[in-house]
T-cell receptor, first 112, second 112 residues
Framework: GAVVSQHPSRVICKSGTSVKIECRSL??????MFWYRQFPKQSLMLMAT?????????EQGVEKDKFLINHASLTLSTLTVTSAHPEDSSFYIC????????FGSGTRLTVV | EDKVVQSPLSLVVHEGDTVTLNCSYE??????LLWYKQEKKAPTFLFML????IEKKSGRLSSILDKKELSSILNITATQTGDSAIYLC????????????FGSGTKLNVKP
């Protein structure tokens, strides 16, 4: 079946540094990838939608200069949290659309 | 290999019907099982289940976890066209760091 690999699973970084999270579709080509952030009470918020070879579409309220998304190939999308702050600490999940929605296993980001 | 399997993959019913969606899992360090409804932008959280045999209910939706059978069901009674969506099951695994394993979803189509 379709598999999406998300790395790293967990990252701790210092405030002010940047962190890159990778989302890779292993056995299918994902024309579209989505990035979500988990909030309390298990809700997921869509941050942005990326299509291969074009700029990502960000949801209202999401700073595109802070959350850089690159979808350079049909199998890889990256989310870079730039100049991370403690309030960016969260759980980030990607999903890729190929034959349906396939989710990665998530990345726990802790900014200290 | 940790995995979450949902069945059926798709389902077509008529308004007023009752549906049961299934989710089975093989996950190390099980922490919780979550159900989401995906319509447009982001999955909407429905239920989180941690204890076996305790039904959670919200309106026409209900869900229960069976840890012995490593499965959960989501019931929707008196379905309406607005219930048409993809229903996602996810299992949160604990351990050194938490991970989410998503099923491929069940696409429900409720016809008038």
């Amino acid at each position: 079946g379709a598999v999406v690999s998300q790395h790293p699973s967990r990252v701790i970084c210092k405030s002010g540094t940047s962190v890159k999270i990778e989302c890779r579709s292993l056995d299918f080509q994902a024309t579209t990838m989505f990035w979500y952030r988990q909030f309390p009470k298990q809700s997921l918020m869509l941050m942005a939608t990326s299509n291969e070879g074009s700029k990502a579409t960000y949801e209202q309220g999401v700073e595109k200069d802070k959350f850089l998304i690159n979808h350079a190939s049909l199998t890889l999308s990256t989310l870079t949290v730039t100049s991370a702050h403690p309030e960016d600490s969260s759980f980030y999940i990607c999903s890729a659309f190929g034959y349906g929605y396939t989710f990665g296993s998530g990345t726990r980001l802790t900014v200290v | 290999e940790d995995k979450v399997v949902q069945s059926p993959l798709s389902l077509v019913v008529h308004e007023g019907d009752t549906v049961t969606l299934n989710c089975s899992y093989e996950v190390t360090n099980f922490r919780s099982l979550l159900w989401y409804k995906q319509e447009k932008k982001a999955p909407t959280f429905l239920f989180m289940l941690t204890s076996s045999g305790i039904e959670k209910k919200s309106g026409r939706l209900s869900s229960i976890l069976d840890k012995k059978e490593l499965s959960s069901i989501l019931n929707i009674t008196a379905t309406q066209t607005g219930d048409s969506a993809i229903y996602l099951c996810a299992v949160e695994a604990g351990g050194h760091f938490n991970k989410f394993y998503f099923g491929s979803g069940t696409k429900l189509n409720v016809k008038p």
